[in-house]
Structures are given as C-alpha cells and as structure tokens.
C-alpha cells in the first residue's frame, strides 16, 4: 500500500469519532445559507405570482452534495469495517487512531495484546487494506 493511501486512511479513521459532528455542520451549513441582505424595494417589490421552490432546491443541494456524501461514505466504509473486524483488530485500531489521547505504541500494543511487533503491524494493514477496498481506492 502506498504511504499516501495509508495516510490517507489513517486520517479518515482518526476523524471517524466527530465525524458526525461534521456531518451536522456540513448539513446545518446547506440549509441555512447565508444571504446578504437584499434591497427588495428596486424594481417595484416582490412578484406577487412567484413561484417558491427553496425547499426543492435544499433538498437537492442536501442530496448532491459531494463533500457531505463523502463524509456519510466515511463513515459508513469506517463503521462498517470495525464491526467485521476481530476484538484484538479493534482494539488496535481504536488505541492507535479512534482513542483521544494515544497511550500506546506500536510496540506496547503489542505487548498489550500478546502479539508480535510483526503481527499489529500486519493486522493494522489488513484492515487498512479493507477500508481501503470499500472506498475504491
């Protein structure tokens, strides 16, 4: 796997706790869009047979969205990926990236969970390696 996709992974992965904070903001951000205000007066006033389509046109800026689907694939690729994960996998991944403040290295989660330096190593790219699949890349 090419260090920039591990990377790329690992971020995505350490965001997975407040994703759905971000999530909200992003979706508060689109239906609440900030208009300057405008001088209604020129041009004789408002048109008394306008048509209002606001709510169409949220609903398809909500769905179309690439940056808020993007974060929904995320975690969804992410949530999806933990649960078929092993107990010891888990724990690995939820000490080095998920965890506030790690406590952990490499090599005392090794020691923590009885493995090999070699086996984290290699448990943290399997499942890197299926996050990795589910997001196409």
Do not use: W
Request: neutral net charge; glycine residues 4%; proline residues 1%.
């Amino acid at each position: 796997m090419k260090r920039s996709t591990f990377n790329y992974i690992a971020d995505i992965i350490r965001e997975y706790p407040t994703i759905d904070e971000y999530i909200h903001n992003r979706e508060q951000e689109l239906t609440y869009r900030y208009q300057e205000l405008k001088d209604e007066n020129v041009g004789g006033g408002r048109a008394l047979n306008k048509h209002d389509e606001s709510v169409a046109e949220l609903a398809i800026t909500v769905a179309e969205d690439r940056r808020l689907n993007n974060l929904r694939r995320n975690e969804r690729v992410v949530r999806e990926s933990l649960e078929e994960s092993d107990a010891i996998t888990k724990d690995i991944i939820y000490e080095l990236y998920i965890r506030e403040n790690c406590m952990y290295t490499l090599e005392g989660l090794s020691q923590k969970a009885h493995l090999s330096l070699a086996a984290v190593k290699k448990r943290r790219l399997r499942f890197f390696e299926k996050v990795a699949e589910k997001l196409g890349l």
